[in-house]
């Protein structure tokens, strides 16, 4: 080590540890007896007092806290703290001179760093870099909004069970307090280490997120003579670093989500006195991979008319979107199905009979139209499946058949038709063939009208009109959750996007929410009256535009909501 404070000219052959980075920008080779943190600069026994008297509040870390210089170094090793000088091209490693003598001497290709630097701010992967970040990061946030959502699931989930232990307790008798007891702290210490799991996973996304702020951070203020050179590095460390966080992503994303449920033992009402506790209590994986839930807000709206000359006021009761980016609308007040180009223009339509409910896309270019048309008077029932298909910008008449059930909404998946009468949810083939009942409440009017169906067809999704509850069913019509918020009143509107983003209408509350994919929790209230909703009645959110197309009940606009 040369003595402290010595300076020559840079050429000099007299090797530092630390030079001084105020001294080298003046060509004089020094060696560094001083860190700052808050700079990032190496300084020599002079530049440390100058230093000092424009930022006394910077932290300064002398030789005696050496350890701490390496990591804050952009041009030195993490690991020995020398200087970074070439690159390994074997094993792809920033490589200091300690670093060739031990780990790469027998290595076939070693390039210079200020070689591989030349033009590194020109090309295409720097330039893309920042977005690349970008891009990992919102994807963090993604995965850290999945996993404080399962948070409130498991914390749900614990509710339940406790209330479920309650009830089950309340069936017998005052001596099961012992009993009673150790199966709650069973479930407590089960929830303490699962809420551990995903507090560090939580904890865990969010470090590197920081990181990964804080390279670009450096990188963006690269500054200085070696600027290219510094850049390159701080762009290595940073693709080492994406590498190192899309691995812990895919580790994360693997793990099963961890639920926990109880079974009662019935059978125990006979031999409480030989039993250690009321049942089981333990994790029960819901599904094997974590998905992130994409949350929306709205950035603003525009209103665009639909009405055609000579119409009455529309009544938009269904919405559609087709793979060319034109919309799809069933006016009920006009019994017109009508297409939008992509500015929202109709652009072509077609009569139908009266009245219209709902429709659906089937195929890249079919639609599927509820119709129902019952007189009291006259005594007929109408029940109408309708299929249209548009081909370069004309609506033209395939096909229709008849069912024997009320028709007031209709969703599509994997070959097979939904159709919701008001009170019951039926399976149809696209030919009109009843395949099965899935779902029926007959308890009074209203509880089973809109429908929407999960893109994989293992979730489902009714409206209870009634009892104004938004009702999750399995693909065999069992029922998953209810939900009720006072931000959804009088439910109309329901749509799952491709993807399975789930979105539903409160049209007394002139709202729409967000879901998650269970049905059970509410993401986010992405639309309100602010926006123009006044008794919304049907909805579609367009993955293309990122937008929620509205049709508001007998008004002659959609509203046009865009989302972030």
Not at 262 to 279: A, H, R, V
Request: charged residues 25%; contains cysteine; hydrophobic residues 35%.
């Amino acid at each position: 080590m040369a003595a402290g404070g010595s300076s020559i000219y840079k050429g000099s052959d007299l090797i530092h540890d630390y030079s001084c980075s105020k001294c080298e920008e003046n060509y004089l080779n020094t060696e560094a007896q001083h860190f700052c943190s808050g700079c990032e600069h190496y300084l020599c026994d002079k530049c440390v007092n100058l230093h000092n008297g424009y930022h006394n509040k910077h932290t300064v870390y002398g030789r005696g806290d050496i350890q701490k210089w390496v990591g804050f170094s952009l041009d030195r090793c993490d690991v020995h703290g020398d200087k970074l000088t070439v690159h390994c091209d074997d094993h792809q490693e920033l490589c200091c001179s300690v670093c060739v003598a031990l780990n790469h001497r027998q290595c076939y290709s070693i390039s210079h760093l200020p070689d591989l630097a030349k033009g590194i701010l020109k090309t295409a992967e720097y330039k893309q870099l920042s977005g690349t970040v970008d891009s990992i990061r919102g994807r963090l946030d993604e995965l850290g909004n999945a996993m404080m959502i399962d948070q409130a699931s498991l914390k749900d989930s614990h509710k339940n069970i406790i209330a479920k232990i309650k009830s089950f307790r309340y069936k017998i008798n005052k001596i099961l307090d012992r009993l009673e007891k150790k199966t709650v702290e069973q479930l407590d210490g089960l929830v303490e280490d699962l809420e551990k799991t995903i507090k560090y996973d939580l904890e865990s996304c969010l470090n590197m997120n920081d990181q990964l702020k804080t390279i670009m951070e450096k990188l963006q203020q690269t500054t200085g003579k070696h600027k290219d050179t510094k850049s390159y590095i701080w762009f290595r460390k940073c693709q080492n670093k994406l590498n190192e966080v899309k691995s812990r992503m895919q580790e994360i994303q693997k793990m099963p989500i961890e639920l926990i449920r109880f079974d009662s033992d019935e059978s125990i009402l006979p031999f409480l006195s030989n039993l250690n506790n009321f049942g089981n209590v333990d994790n029960g994986h819901s599904v094997p991979v974590r998905s992130a839930a994409h949350m929306y807000k709205a950035l603003g709206s525009t209103n665009y008319s639909v009405r055609m000359e000579e119409e009455k006021t529309c009544c938009i009761v269904g919405i559609c979107e087709l793979p060319s980016g034109e919309v799809v609308i069933a006016d009920q007040a006009n019994n017109r199905v009508k297409l939008l180009n992509n500015q929202y223009q109709v652009t072509d339509h077609s009569d139908l009979p009266r009245y219209l409910h709902d429709l659906c896309l089937t195929a890249d270019d079919v639609i599927a139209v509820a119709v129902d048309d019952r007189h009291y008077i006259y005594k007929y029932n109408k029940h109408e499946i309708h299929f249209l298909s548009v081909t370069r910008g004309k609506i033209a008449t395939l096909r229709m058949f008849t069912t024997h059930m009320d028709c007031r909404s209709i969703a599509h998946n994997q070959g097979q038709l939904y159709i919701s009468s008001g009170n019951a949810l039926k399976k149809f083939t696209v030919g009109g063939i009843p395949v099965k009942t899935i779902y029926e409440d007959m308890s009074c009017k209203g509880t089973v009208v809109k429908c929407a169906v999960s893109p994989d067809g293992k979730v489902i999704y009714v409206t209870n009109n009634t009892k104004r509850e938004l009702i999750t069913l399995n693909e065999f019509g069992q029922v998953l959750f209810k939900f009720k918020d006072p931000e959804l009143q009088r439910l109309s509107g329901l749509c799952v996007s491709p993807s399975g983003l789930m979105f539903v209408c409160g049209r007394k509350s002139n709202t729409v929410l967000q879901m998650d994919r269970d049905g059970r929790l509410k993401l986010a209230t992405v639309a309100r009256k602010a926006y123009g909703l006044c008794v919304p009645w049907s909805v579609y959110f367009s993955e293309q535009t990122s937008s929620l197309i509205i049709g508001n009940y007998r008004q002659d606009q959609i509203i046009v909501v865009k989302l972030c």
